[in-house]
């Protein structure tokens, strides 16, 4: 078969590790099948509440087509609040010490810098479910006061995500498949970078995640929101940088 056309790998060729531009690494296969089936199994629990998995909407107007439930901070596009006045106002679950612990590893193992890892202190967490329709259009992660890098795990059916550059939506940028278990990280240099999901391929996703249909992914970030705030940031107001 022609890989001209994008499509999910059938898992006969090994996956290696891949910097895809400078501070972007994607390394597959990075959690265990108990470790995604446990992330499953907890993003199940988050989505029922205190603030239910839901569509968010843009200040346009839009609905964005996966369906969101974030922890620590609740993110409304484009900002981080305490409260998600936008839903049924209740404060978010909080952000596990666990979640934190594995954001550490990842960093320390996509890196292979102990040191980087063992700094990151992420406070927020954006869990998104795609179905087989859903996509992300490209875009930059800007709303966090801190630089610190964003670590995205994967769940269930494998996508199609594409990572671009710091400048604008469109080309030079690499299509990468993620995968149930796989790690990506991006930070240093390619933390402002465009990135989008274009494609979920349906019914991917081996019964050893958990996941029965779709696709999840979590991404970890330091909002650098501090413990107590209760404002939002807007990413006009801190530059993106
Ligand atoms: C995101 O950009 O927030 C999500 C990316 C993904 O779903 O892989
Ligand atoms: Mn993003």
């Given at each position: 078969m022609s890989r001209g056309v994008p499509y999910a790998s059938d898992g006969l060729f090994p996956r290696p590790r891949a910097v895809v531009a400078p501070g972007a690494v994607h390394v597959p296969g990075w959690l265990s099948e108990v470790r995604q089936r446990e992330l499953v199994e907890?993003?199940?629990?988050?989505?029922?509440?205190?603030?239910?998995?839901?569509?968010?909407?843009?200040?346009?107007?839009?609905?964005?087509?996966?369906?969101?439930?974030?922890?620590?901070?609740?993110?409304?596009p484009y900002r981080y609040v305490r409260t998600a006045d936008d839903v049924n106002g209740a404060r978010v679950a909080a952000f596990p010490p666990w979640l934190a612990e594995l954001g550490r590893a990842a960093v320390a193992d996509a890196y292979g810098d102990a040191e980087a890892g063992a700094a990151y202190a992420p406070d927020s967490a954006l869990v998104n479910f795609y179905d087989g329709a859903a996509r992300m259009g490209m875009h930059q992660d800007k709303d966090e006061r801190s630089g610190a890098p964003v670590v995205s795990l994967s769940l269930g059916d494998t996508c199609l995500f594409r990572f671009g550059n710091t400048e604008d939506r469109g080309r030079p940028y690499t299509d990468v498949e993620l995968a149930s278990g796989d790690l990506f990280v991006f930070g240093g240099p390619s933390r402002y970078a465009f990135h989008g999901v274009t494609k979920v391929f349906e019914g991917t996703a081996g019964p050893a995640s958990g996941m029965r249909a779709g696709r999840l992914n979590l991404t970890l970030r330091e909002t650098g929101l501090g413990g107590t705030g209760s404002r939002g940031t807007r990413s006009g107001e801190w530059g993106g940088a």
């Open positions: 907890a993003c199940r629990e988050w989505a029922r509440g205190p603030v239910p998995l839901r569509h968010s909407v843009l200040p346009g107007g839009a609905v964005m087509s996966v369906r969101t439930v974030s922890l620590g901070w609740h993110w409304v």
